[in-house]
């Protein structure tokens, strides 16, 4: 389904981030990454969404060579995949409402109407913002802002899900809240992928896991306390 | 296509960045209000001089102490001139009822006091080809017998004239000027307005648009602003031309030009609006093409 071959991607100037990177993420999966700050966990991202170019390898989504896509082929290809990037700051409309923002994704499809709304409703009763969705982003915690990022990102129904530290920003019982979120997206076939350097999330989650060490991508197990230390 | 999804983007853009956008045609309407301005100036100088130049109409003004008899005698040897053209004594009653009709005034627009001053006229027109000899001629009707003063347009408009060239020569100069910076303005408020939204493009982009949607609603805001800008500049205009108008009523003079003085005829008006938005769409397009290329891997 997703699928890195040979992979390097270098920002410039600097050593490599992922050097030859071979990986495959099936459809319906559930995977962690994670790796420690500056392992490369939002540049796997950004190379997914096409936000990035690698230098060398190749990237598969679906089957689909998707370094030969288009620039209109890319922004559909970003349209089919929601995501919760990190900085929620930089990544929402700041004088927009809370409605505004997470309808963002639809009205770019070109969709609009009751159905939408209803969408809308059920996503941000679960995410606890229904009451508030007319009150600007700008106003809004950071926990806050990260839940209406969630809400957009979920608005399609996606079938492939990324999150960036979603739960970065989130007390514990929130956090949770999220990731049962995450869980019943994949539970309805999405393909699920949350990158998180907060190893006891993953503990307790017991899902597969892609570490990003020394340049490399590789699924290891982190279910108890000495699998976790020697990921650190 | 993505133009008319664009139209309500836009208007709500606008309504959303409303600061900004005011700047933007604050900036866009004084200083299209201050080419137009120009440009109008440019525009009656040009009306009034090519009025006044092209009539070839000179007037003698009789002294009040001849009598019918020399009035006709006079008469006959302007008739006998060579370049004179439909020579006719003119009472001054039929003068001032002329005037009026002229300047499409009613006929009270003198008072009386200054009707009892006016003297009988001996009117001609020159015939077209000797335009340039009028001068000359008027300067050897001068030395008649009888005759007060020979008034034609250039003489009348002695130094005025001076003034007319100049301006259209400065009004030429100037409107050159204002045109580019004006340009430059536009392009620069469209740069600078899409790099402080250089964050929402890429939400956008982010987001799954394509370029074509980012840039629509853009385009579209830049040809909605460069329309307000348009109208806001004509409302400024218009009332600087009335206000100008109202207050030209020093004396006969400014009474005339007053008369004479128009505003920009519709199609100049319609022509400004589309450069207008060409140059609205078109700088807004480039720009939102540089914040584009700067997101784009
Ligand atoms: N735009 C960029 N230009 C240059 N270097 C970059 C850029 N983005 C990331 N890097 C570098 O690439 C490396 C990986 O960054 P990345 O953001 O992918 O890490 P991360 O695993 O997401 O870290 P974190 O857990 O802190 O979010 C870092 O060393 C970072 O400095
Ligand atoms: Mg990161």
Redesign the interface.
């Known amino acids: 389904m997703i699928e890195f071959t040979d992979l390097t991607k270098s920002y410039a100037g600097r050593l490599p981030v992922l050097d030859s990177v071979t990986m495959k993420i099936d459809q319906g999966e559930f995977f962690f990454l994670s790796g420690v700050s500056g392992a490369g966990k939002t540049t796997v991202f950004r190379l997914l969404?096409?936000?990035?170019?690698p230098e060398q390898g190749n990237i598969r989504f679906n089957g689909a060579d998707i370094l030969r896509y288009s620039?209109?082929q890319r922004?559909?290809?970003?349209?089919?995949?929601g995501?919760v990037?990190q900085d929620q700051d930089?990544?929402?409309?700041a004088?927009?409402s809370i409605e505004e923002n997470v309808a963002?994704?639809l009205?770019?499809?070109?969709l609009s109407g009751r159905k939408m709304r209803q969408r809308m409703g059920t996503l941000l009763e679960q995410v606890g913002l229904a009451e508030r969705r007319k009150e600007l982003v700008s106003g809004l915690s950071g926990g806050e802002k990260q839940l209406v990022s969630i809400a957009?990102a979920l608005v399609f129904g996606p079938r492939v899900f990324f999150a960036d530290e979603p739960t970065g920003n989130l007390d514990r019982s929130m956090a949770f809240k999220v990731m049962e979120l995450l869980r019943r997206i994949h539970d309805s076939g999405s393909t699920v992928i949350v990158a998180t350097h907060d190893l006891s999330l993953i503990r307790s989650f017991r899902s597969r896991t892609l570490l990003i060490k020394d340049r490399k991508i590789q699924e290891v197990r982190l279910i108890n306390r000495a699998e976790t230390a020697a990921a650190r | 296509m993505y133009l008319i999804s664009g139209i309500p983007r836009a208007i709500r853009n606008l309504r959303r960045n409303w600061h900004a956008s005011l700047n933007s045609i604050l900036i866009v309407a004084s200083s299209l209000a201050l080419l137009g301005m120009v440009g109008l100036l440019y525009v009656n100088v040009v009306h009034i001089s090519e009025i006044w130049l092209s009539n070839t109409t000179v007037s003698l003004f009789l002294k009040p102490s001849l009598g019918e008899r020399q009035r006709h005698l006079l008469l006959r040897r302007v008739q006998d001139h060579p370049l004179v053209a439909r020579a006719v004594l003119v009472s001054p009653e039929e003068g001032l009822r002329s005037l009026a009709a002229k300047l499409g005034a009613d006929n009270g627009f003198l008072t009386g006091a200054e009707k009892e001053g006016l003297p009988y006229t001996i009117d001609f027109e020159v015939f077209v080809d000797y335009r340039k000899r009028i001068g000359s001629l008027a300067e050897s009707f001068d030395k008649l017998n009888g005759v007060e003063e020979v008034v034609y347009a250039e003489r009348v408009l002695g130094k005025a004239k001076l003034f007319f060239d100049l301006t259209k020569g400065l009004g030429v100069f100037f409107a050159g000027m204002i045109l580019i910076s004006f340009c430059l303005i536009i392009a620069n408020a469209a740069r600078l307005s899409l790099y402080s939204r250089r964050q929402e493009i890429e939400i956008l982009h982010l987001s799954g648009a394509t370029r074509g949607y980012i840039r629509s609603a853009f385009v579209v805001e830049g040809v909605l602003l460069a329309l307000i800008g348009w109208a806001r500049a004509l409302v400024l205009v218009w009332f600087a031309f009335q206000l100008v108008i109202a207050g030209l009523t020093w004396n006969d003079f400014t009474m005339v030009l007053k008369q004479l003085s128009v505003f920009f005829p519709w199609e100049v008006l319609v022509g400004a609006l589309l450069v207008l938005v060409g140059l609205g769409a078109l700088s807004s397009y480039l720009a939102v093409n540089r914040v584009l290329k700067a997101i784009e891997p």
Do not use: K
């Not at chain 1, 930089?90 to 409309?93: A, D, I, P």
């Open positions: 969404l096409m936000l990035e170019l620039p209109a922004a559909r290809h970003r349209r089919g995949i995501t990037f930089n990544r929402l409309l004088n927009e963002l994704p009205r770019i499809a070109g957009r």
